[in-house]
């Protein structure tokens, strides 16, 4: 009787986490720098580049290539909402904050292949 019990709590145990715990690419860093970004944009890795800066911030150059989303629209969660949850993303930002904030939210959407460019765009463009 024991078994049973202790093999239907660790049923019940196994269940849940698998429901709680997000599905996350282990393989997919969390963080990356500019060069790294470089570096897979010259070897043409399959990626999709996430521009969450202000319309007014772009104006002033962006990575090419990259789509927007403005982090401080109203629609944002909407617009993350409308992406394809199975393509890696690469988001960034003036500096990182807003896109590591949009890379939380994604992965809470069930993105598991989401990458934050430390620094942000003005990392990317001062090198």
Known sequence: MKHIILLT?????????SKLTPNIDTAI??????????DM??????????????SEEIADGKISGAIEI????????ANIDKLDKGKHYIVYCR????????????KEKGFSK???????YNAWSSQ
């Open 114 to 120: 989401c990458t934050n460019l430390e620094g942000g």
């Open 9 to 17: 709590s660790l049923l019940v145990v196994t269940s849940c986490k």
């Open 70 to 77: 403005d982090f401080f629209e109203d629609n944002f969660e």
């Open 41 to 54: 944009i010259d070897k043409g890795q399959n990626m999709v580049l996430l521009d969450v800066r202000t």
């Open 95 to 106: 500096s990182g904050v807003r896109s590591t904030n949009s890379v939380a939210l994604m």
């Open 29 to 38: 860093p969390i963080e990356i720098n500019s060069k790294q970004l470089t």
